[in-house]
């Protein structure tokens, strides 16, 4: 089952705040600066935790999981947005 995240960073230091923001291209859309909507299955937030895990450090740098609900549920519609209205991306399959 899909699940999905917000996930946020906060990053000190610029070479692994690109590193981070690289990572999370591949994992979901990008929202705000350190702010991404992914759709994520168990296997795939794993994953993405070690991509991540790999390059932060521990000791100074934050990421935060934000649990929406499962995609086909809550997940889907539980972002609200004051001012500039929040538009879900367009979800369209490749095939490859």
């Known amino acids: 089952m899909r699940h999905s995240y917000v996930v946020t960073y906060d990053i000190c230091d ?18 705000q600066l350190s702010v991404f909507q992914c759709e994520l299955n168990a296997r795939e937030l794993t994953e993405l935790r070690i991509a991540l895990g790999d390059v ?6 934050q990421v935060l999981f934000c649990l929406l609900g499962p995609v086909d549920g ?3 519609r539980a972002i609200e947005a004051l001012g500039r209205p ?6 369209n399959a490749v095939v490859v």
């Open 14 to 31: 610029p070479k692994r705040l690109r590193q981070v923001y690289k990572v999370m291209l591949g994992w979901g859309d990008h929202l």
């Open 74 to 76: 809550r997940g889907g």
């Open 56 to 61: 932060l450090n521990h000791n100074e740098d």
């Open 86 to 91: 929040y538009i879900d991306p367009e979800r």
